[in-house]
């Protein structure tokens, strides 16, 4: 059927249709109709009451059908409108002739070829309604070969542009409180089919009181067309488009005065879009070709690209910026085609215990490149995985991974610290594995571990071509078990400390960061033994009692005692036990009274092991109950 010749195609808005919608979903379409499908049935399965959602879809001259079937669906599905306008180059004049129709209290823009997440909508309105949010950003993902610009982690209620990761993505797709967009006059530039939406996402965020993040669900799918034809991936003219970014970042430069926090948003600049071209789209150039592009970015670099932007930049980028800034176009290709068409050399470390990007030219005499472009050395971090964490005859054994990309890791060894006090325990260390044995009994370096909760870290070396004689790298971090770590792992239990005496020792992970941490407490106090100790008591016919209690005991010794107690507030009753031991380190005691004093009475285990003694509560079956024993004296014999 086809479209409609006039600019509106609109469906009549539903009986109970609330006069202003919460939001107002804005959705440039463009010869996408093989998307269009899959794009606005996410917009019509949101969670959100769909009588607050509207939705404005904006056909931009479209040739494949897309008009139409905008049409038959805006027939099918209230508070659907279709606008129509001629093609206008670009996303957006389309994402600003929606926003002039809009009428809800927040505007999203999503593009046609993308989806929602189900509850994107209500989960980002909502955030926006509880923080007074100009922007909310959701979490993006991306699909079918597109990855997601920005990998959101932590939903936060309010966060600064310069120290959250949500400049990195000036990209369309937030919500927007569409009164703050109004009341700064924020519209698209129209015409540009890449980078339209800069100066849009730029402006918004440096100028929004209230930015936040849903990080917690999956708010925007980014897909990838399986004709390679989104804008991203066309062809450019390059010097044009790196004029544009100049007024671009001279926009940015307007709103940040110079300093470091100018300098964190250049960053981002120089990342995306000053530095990007260089690469396949630079060299497919021939030599005038490239030397126009470098002299088109060479102002910006001039500019914009303080010490400190370079200094923060990647080796590969950072030459770029430098051979830009010097005018080395031979230099220049060479870094390009180590990208581009090889790939780079292996980093090594220098004889200065400096680290460097293995690109070309380095300390070559004829090319004027200093060391410094090429160091990567504050970029070096471990990258480890706590795999495994067991105890065995009251050693810890732990197993993991280990690496300082791009070096090899030669050496690693398990730090325990404890305020200034630091103990080294070696791992054996093969193949990027690693496996270390922390014994209480020894770990204090060949001596005793006193008592007390000790953090765990882990040490990586790597050596240059001169081997452990020369210089090394050495990095450190906290051990983090993976998650889905086995409960039992982190169950206190006695160990042995050689002339020391038993203690309980126990495995723990701080707060928030969750990091690995050992408790010894001869005590026993912090961290009781017996988490799972639950009992009964039962009466017989005659009055006899029987109390039987059950508890896993892990690392308990063999001549450890057990015995089963009864305490009031003045008198404690040791009882005559016997103990069970069961599968593993679970034991069973039981104790049998034919009489004992009146009384009610609460049950505990007493657990003697050496020098180590702890009275344990016994709970009742629920887990939560003390378990009691009352007593009416000494009963009567039987006649």
């Given at each position: 059927?086809?479209?409609p010749d006039d ?10 249709a ?5 939001v ?6 463009h ?6 499908d899959?794009?606005?049935?996410s917009v ?5 009451d769909r009588?607050r959602?509207?939705v ?6 479209s040739?494949?059908g897309?008009?139409?079937?905008l049409?038959e ?16 180059g670009?996303?957006g004049r ?7 129709h809009?009428?809800?209290?927040y505007?999203f823009?999503l ?7 189900p509850?994107?909508?209500?989960r980002?309105t909502?955030?926006a309604?509880r923080?007074?949010s100009?922007v909310?950003?959701?979490?993006i993902?991306g ?8 990998d959101l982690r932590?939903?936060s209620?309010r966060?600064?542009v310069?120290?959250?990761p949500v400049?990195w993505s000036?990209?369309a797709?937030?919500l927007?409180r569409r ?21 849009f ?5 440096l100028r929004a ?5 849903v990080?917690d ?6 897909h990838?067309?399986?004709d390679?034809s989104n804008?991203?991936r066309q062809d450019?003219?390059w010097c ?27 960053v981002r ?8 071209p260089?690469?396949?789209a ?6 005038a070709g ?6 088109a970015a060479r ?9 400190r932007?370079?200094a ?5 980028l950072?030459l770029?910026?430098?051979?830009l ?19 780079p ?5 220098g004889?200065?215990?400096?680290v460097y ?15 410094a ?7 070096v971090v ?10 065995a ?6 197993r993991?991974?280990a690496?300082?990309?791009p070096l090899?890791?030669d ?10 006090t630091v ?9 990027g ?6 014994d209480?009994?020894?770990?204090a370096?060949g001596?005793?571990l006193?008592?007390g909760?000790w ?6 070396s790597?050596?240059g071509?001169?081997?452990?004689a020369?210089?090394?790298?050495r990095?450190?971090?906290?051990l ?13 239990r006695?160990?042995?400390r ?11 992970l701080?707060h ?10 001869r ?6 033994l017996g ?15 029987a109390?039987?209690?059950?508890l896993?005991?892990p ?7 057990l015995?089963?107690i009864?305490?009031d507030?003045?008198?404690?009753v040791?009882l ?6 069961g599968a593993?380190?679970?034991r069973?005691?039981?104790s049998?009274l034919?009489?004992g ?14 020098a180590?003694?702890?009275e ?6 629920d ?6 024993l ?6 009567r014999?039987p006649?």
């Amino acid at each position: 059927m086809p479209a409609p010749d006039d600019l509106t195609a609109a469906s009549a808005p539903g009986p109970d249709a609330p006069t202003t919608p919460a939001v107002s979903v804005i959705v440039p379409v463009h010869n996408t109709l093989r998307y269009l499908d899959r794009c606005l049935d996410s917009v019509f399965a949101q969670t959100l009451d769909r009588r607050r959602i509207e939705v404005i879809a904006v056909d931009d001259g479209s040739t494949d059908g897309s008009a139409e079937r905008l049409a038959e669906l805006a027939r099918r599905h209230p508070g659907l409108t279709v606008l129509r306008q001629d093609a206008s180059g670009g996303a957006g004049r389309p994402r600003n002739t929606g926003l002039d129709h809009a009428r809800g209290d927040y505007v999203f823009f999503l593009d046609s070829d993308d989806r929602l997440g189900p509850e994107a909508l209500e989960r980002l309105t909502r955030m926006a309604d509880r923080c007074g949010s100009d922007v909310v950003c959701g979490r993006i993902v991306g699909a079918e070969g597109r990855a997601a610009p920005v990998d959101l982690r932590t939903t936060s209620d309010r966060v600064s542009v310069f120290d959250s990761p949500v400049y990195w993505s000036l990209a369309a797709y937030k919500l927007f409180r569409r009164s703050f967009l109004e009341e700064h006059g924020l519209r698209f530039v129209e015409g540009r089919l890449l980078g339209e939406d800069l100066p849009f996402g730029s402006t918004a965020l440096l100028r929004a009181k209230t930015v936040s993040v849903v990080a917690d669900h999956d708010c925007y799918h980014l897909h990838g067309r399986d004709d390679d034809s989104n804008a991203s991936r066309q062809d450019t003219d390059w010097c044009d488009y790196l004029g544009y970014i100049g007024t671009v970042l001279d926009g940015v430069a307007a709103e940040v005065p110079p300093g470091a926090e100018r300098d964190k948003l250049m960053v981002r600049h120089f990342h995306g879009e000053i530095l990007m071209p260089f690469g396949a789209a630079y060299l497919a150039r021939d030599p005038a070709g490239r030397q126009r592009m470098a002299a088109a970015a060479r102002p910006l670099v001039e500019r914009y690209g303080t010490d400190r932007v370079r200094a923060a930049l990647p080796p590969g980028l950072r030459l770029r910026a430098h051979c830009l800034r010097a005018g080395l176009d031979d230099a220049l290709d060479a870094v390009v085609e180590a990208d581009t068409a090889r790939q780079p050399g292996p980093p090594h470390l220098g004889d200065d215990g400096r680290v460097y990007a293995g690109y070309p030219l380095f300390r070559d005499p004829r090319h004027a490149l200093p060391d410094a472009c090429y160091d990567l050395t504050d970029r070096v971090v471990v990258r480890q995985r706590l795999i495994r964490r067991r105890w065995a005859g009251g050693v810890l054994h732990l197993r993991g991974t280990a690496a300082l990309p791009p070096l090899a890791a030669d050496t690693v060894e398990i730090q325990l610290r404890r305020g200034g006090t630091v103990h080294h325990v070696p791992a054996h260390c093969s193949d990027g594995a690693w496996h270390a044995a922390v014994d209480p009994a020894t770990a204090a370096d060949g001596e005793l571990l006193t008592d007390g909760t000790w953090g765990l870290k882990i040490v990586v070396s790597a050596h240059g071509a001169a081997g452990a004689a020369g210089p090394a790298l050495r990095r450190e971090a906290w051990l983090v078990p993976e998650e889905g770590a086995d409960e039992e792992e982190f169950a206190p239990r006695i160990v042995g400390r050689g002339p020391a005496g038993p203690s309980v020792a126990a495995l723990f992970l701080s707060h928030p960061h969750g990091h690995l941490h050992l408790d010894l407490d001869r005590a026993g106090d912090r961290r009781p033994l017996g988490a799972d100790l639950h009992g009964t008591a039962t009466r017989g016919r005659f009055g006899r009692a029987a109390l039987t209690a059950r508890l896993t005991l892990p690392g308990c010794p063999a001549d450890a005692e057990l015995g089963l107690i009864l305490r009031d507030a003045t008198r404690t009753v040791a009882l005559r036990t016997t103990v069970e031991r069961g599968a593993g380190d679970h034991r069973t005691v039981r104790s049998r009274l034919r009489r004992g004093p009146r009384g009610t009475w609460r049950v505990a285990l007493r657990v003697t092991a050496g020098a180590l003694s702890q009275e344990l509560p016994v709970r009742a079956a629920d887990g939560r109950t003390p378990l009691t024993l009352t007593l009416p004296g000494t009963p009567r014999p039987p006649r």
